[in-house]
């Protein structure tokens, strides 16, 4: 049997290690066998989780008999990784068991070496924190999973169950995955990645020389922008305007616009019944469809499907009752192990 080990380090975000136990140890196999065993491994007999002390079946030296080993995020990722367990990942790595992180736990994988020269991703919150801490791993923060094969990393929270989902469709087909996304209330597969969750451009963002030009862009994005107009707000020339930007955001002056423009368009199709072209209008873009290219590109999902995803319209229903139920009833109920 496919032996599944998760690994609960010190200060291990509980969701993150309860999130493979489950998807994991309540998927079954077409005969109702148990698709895999699970267990947890740590460096100590017990560890923190937040508000949670949590118990180990085993120690590190079951990494080296598993077939996939699990590493979840900590709350504090930025803290060393015990040794120990690096080297058991390391030596795990060397062997050729298959190795995936949720969450923050890439920071882990980067820390032991293993993310070296992949495509990786971790919680869009940590991204940027990964990348500058791991130079030679190519964060990607769009995505909800990658998969480079022998090593896997997530997004954050519940990317961490779509990940889990497609190892269980790689290792037993999509049949059992599908039963196993049901168990779980989740679908399959969800389109648009990660990008949909990123707060885009922030009014909060902490810059010494561009902070009042942020703060008019701010208030004025709505309007027609010209990277003149920008340079005038600033008081500067459009040369230095565009330096300052590159090199303090990374973006462009007018990317900055429109990644503002577009999170005031998420903010209203979450909060109003508004329609697509009268938002695009009133955050600042010429035309619904050039709104829409833009939403996509930097989402990955339609402005529809975004409404959809925070607000619920398309998934919410009232019954005669008053009751609001949504499609997550048409999954199969729990039935236990």
């Known amino acids: 049997m496919h032996t599944i080990a998760v690994v609960a380090l010190p200060d291990v975000i509980a969701f993150d290690l309860a999130t493979p136990i489950e998807v994991f140890g309540r998927a079954r196999l077409p005969d109702g066998r148990p698709a895999y065993r699970v267990v947890v491994c740590g460096s100590a007999p017990t560890v923190d989780a937040g508000p949670l002390r949590i118990s180990t079946d085993a120690g590190l030296d079951e990494l080296d008999r598993a077939d996939t080993i699990i590493v979840p995020g900590r709350n504090q990722p930025h803290l060393p990784t015990p040794p120990e367990v690096l080297a058991a990942l390391r030596r795990a790595a060397t062997e050729g068991i298959r190795i995936a992180s949720i969450c923050v736990g890439a920071f882990t994988l980067a820390e032991a070496g293993l993310l070296d020269g992949l495509r990786a991703t971790t919680h869009w919150r940590a991204a940027e924190a990964l990348a500058r801490q791991y130079p030679a791993v190519r964060v990607d923060a769009d995505v909800l999973y990658l998969d480079n094969g022998a090593v896997l990393t997530s997004a954050g929270a519940t990317a961490g169950v779509d990940l889990c989902l497609h190892l269980v469709r790689r290792d037993h087909g999509a049949a059992v995955a599908a039963d196993a996304s049901r168990i779980a209330v989740a679908p399959l597969h969800r389109g648009g990645g990660q990008s949909q969750f990123i707060v885009r451009n922030p009014p909060t963002y902490a810059t010494d020389s561009l902070a009042d030009v942020l703060v008019w862009i701010e208030e004025n994005a709505h309007r027609d922008l010209s990277l003149a107009d920008l340079a005038t707000a600033a008081h500067t020339s459009v040369r230095t305007l565009n ?14 616009v429109t990644g503002v423009r577009i999170r005031h ?47 619920g319209t398309d998934q919410a229903k009232t019954n005669s009752s008053g009751t609001t139920t949504t499609t997550a009833a048409a999954h199969a109920p729990y039935t236990g192990r």
């Open 265 to 311: 368009a998420q903010e209203l199709l979450e909060t109003t019944e508004h329609g697509v072209e009268r938002i695009a209008r009133h955050v600042g873009f010429t035309s619904p469809s050039s709104f829409r290219v833009h939403f996509r590109r930097l989402l990955g999902v339609t402005p529809n499907d975004y409404r959809a995803t925070f607000t």
């Open 243 to 256: 330096r300052r930007f590159h090199a303090e955001t990374g973006q462009s002056p007018m990317e900055w």
